[in-house]
């Protein structure tokens, strides 16, 4: 392969020697975020798991509901912000997230990972960032946020365009006001407003109609619905942006988390392992390709 | 500082109008004349048969429908240097088909529809670069609706077994 | 009798009924003895004991989506082409519980401990044992051990046995696997009418041999065995052209090939099933109904089922079209970027069970066909 993928080192609670095997986490607190979608706080209920587990903001652990089995998950935070915990935002939807949606505080899940590459958070210190999420594509890049205003110094211009359907979908806005002290560009976009919403009714590769970027020292990080991101990438490509300085979090069906299992190849990759988090420029030949 | 110089000021910021001849520039600014609106204020209303398009230079403008049933639906906003009520520089057009008001205190640019048609037939070569614009700010507004048409953060159709 | 002179690379003629002893001190090492039993009209790789359970006299008829057996009268245990079952379902079995976990209160987990079988695999074929060598980079990697196929892996005694008498569905040696063996086994078999050829491979193959009665081979039979394998050689029934496979599948992700085969193929997953190298597999719960105890397999599964690339977007590949493309590119081209080998060893399994007929090299020659034309 002659693209370089992202290189992702983080302690694991998940790459023992036991296939599949999951370490208990009880759940800490749960906050109901849109309609149908809750943040979970997770603490191991082994201390010296929870003591040696890491990971960077991007990747995803596989929770296990016992009785229906595993989903992947990213991290919606970071460790630092969590106080340690482990949070993960759950759009409860498929069998899996659907059963997590009637567990309450004090229950227990299954915890495997952490697994696949991160936000390149270092590699774009010194650029301008432009963070381009839809929906529940915002949950996976807000460790990132995190990461970015703790070290707000060391970046550029932060661009958040977030687009999502209607005002009551949008997740975290509590948030929105601190990111924007923090000196980051809210672009909040819905597909469908109503009265009360001042904000932007559009969609989020519509920014790019009305802002300049400065190709050499833009990066981009993106994260939501397949066909968003491919907009995305045609506006920022369009822009002179170059390929390796876009990154993309892909979503495919996942079984194991360790290029194992075959469910979520794409081309030569293995999403669970060589992503989810990708250049762009790794994906050129796959990306647009119907149904690959 | 006179209201034409303002204007003049105020137009020379919108890209497209530093690409056209002194000519073509003066006599668009001729037609034209800022409108400063407070949120709330509308520019027209679904049906209306007044004859502007508008660029707005600050604020923000939303466009609607009235959907009996789920109310007013908001499914654009114009951000600075977009244009809304296009379709009044078409021939033909004379109808607004959605209504426009500002969300937020908002500077727009009205300009006299029926002038801009009338200069493009005497002048063709300006023709071409408004007709040029317009088509732009037409396929654009195309690319979001689509997206939109997708409604790509729905939920699935069918239920989820997996 | 002990030979001192027997050594690896050593071949030896081994009377016939001297193999049934042979399997049973592999027995008595502790051995699981598996190889080909007729069962159903049908090959199937089973437990066996000796001589008795082996296919007597069985030839095997294959042709696209044809299989049929033919009963002669000859006194050899090796001639039939191995039917739908592959060994994967001994390294990596097809059903396989994980853990099981319960819930007193809070949930438990009881890890599945039983100690893995040690298996003696009884006549495996050049392409099935390089179909061995691929599951190996698949499964044991650096960055990912599969601890049950490693466990059965490592304690594995594999008898080969040299194909003699190739099917119409078999193309080996276009993909350079057989149909001689070259390395990688214990023991090797060449089967003539008479007696057994049988090259050593391992130290271990070697002390399980010395303590059996062999003679030296004579030239005449040496000759004979040869004479057999290159005859092998010369009568694949199927080529396949391999140049630069993956290059010209991958960029033509969009021929018009794709849209014929999807028109026959009925996304059955026979292909995938008897593929002796595909590998992909899912994790299932099985709950009690009152959900207080549940067991956690991992089972088999195929790229051609319609949940295997389902995300809550909806389906990445809904298409028979896209299912077996990504079957194709991924055996026959991106296998090569994950695995540095290609993921086809041309022993035509999949074109004898398709129901449709579906032949590989048929479709790879038609690209071929289709970039060039």
Redesign the interface.
Known sequence: ?TTTLIDTAAHSAGHN??????H?AEIVKIIPEAE?VSTFHFRFTDPTVQNRYRFEPGQFNMLYV?????AAISMSSDLETAGGLLVHTI?H???VTRATSRLKVGD?V?IRGPFGTSWPLEAIEGMDVVIAC??IGLPPLRGAIYRIIRNRARYGKITLLY???MPK?LMFPAEYEAWQKADIDMQVTV?????T???????V??WF??FRVDPHKTAVLTC?????MR?VIYEALARRIPSDQIYVSL???M??G??????C????Y?IC?DGPVFPFKALE?IFN???? | MTDSLDLKIALQMIPWFNSLTPEHFNKTAELTHLRHAKAGDIFFREGDKQDYVYIVLDGRVSLEIFVPHHGKVRFYTAEPFDVFGWSSVTPGMRQRTAGAMAVLDSTVACIDAEGLRNFAEIDHDFGYLLMRRLANVVASRLMVTRLQLIDMFAGPSEPIND | MTDKTLFIGSTVALPKPELDLLLADLRKNDYQTVGPHMQDESIVYTKIEGLKDLPRGILSEQNPASYRMLQTDKDRYFDFIPANQSWKQFLFPPRHTLFSASKEGKWQLKENDEPAPRYALIGVRACELAAINIQDKIFLREDFSDPIYRSRREGLFIMAVNCLDPDATCFCVSMGTGPRHTAGFDLCLTELDEVFLVEVGSELGRSMLAERTYDLPSAFVQNAANQAMDRATRSMGRTMDTRDLPELLTTHLDADRWNVVSKRCLSCTNCTLVCPTCFCWDAVDQADILGKSTRRERVWDSCFNPNYSFVVGGNTRPNIRSRYRQWLTHKLGTWKAQFDVLGCVGCGRCITWCPAGIDITEEVAAIRAEVNS
């Open positions: 392969m020697d036991k296939l599949l095997l999951p208990w149908g016992p009785g229906y089995g595993e759009r939807i498929g069998n227990v299954g839809g929906g687009g999502a359907r979908d597909d469908r407003g109503d009265d919403w001042t904000g932007r009714v559009g969609v590769p519509m109609y009305h939501g619905p397949e066909i968003m907009f979503e495919r069906n079984k194991c360790q290029g194992a299992c075959g469910h190849q794409q081309g030569p293995f392992k030949n390709v119907e149904e690959y």
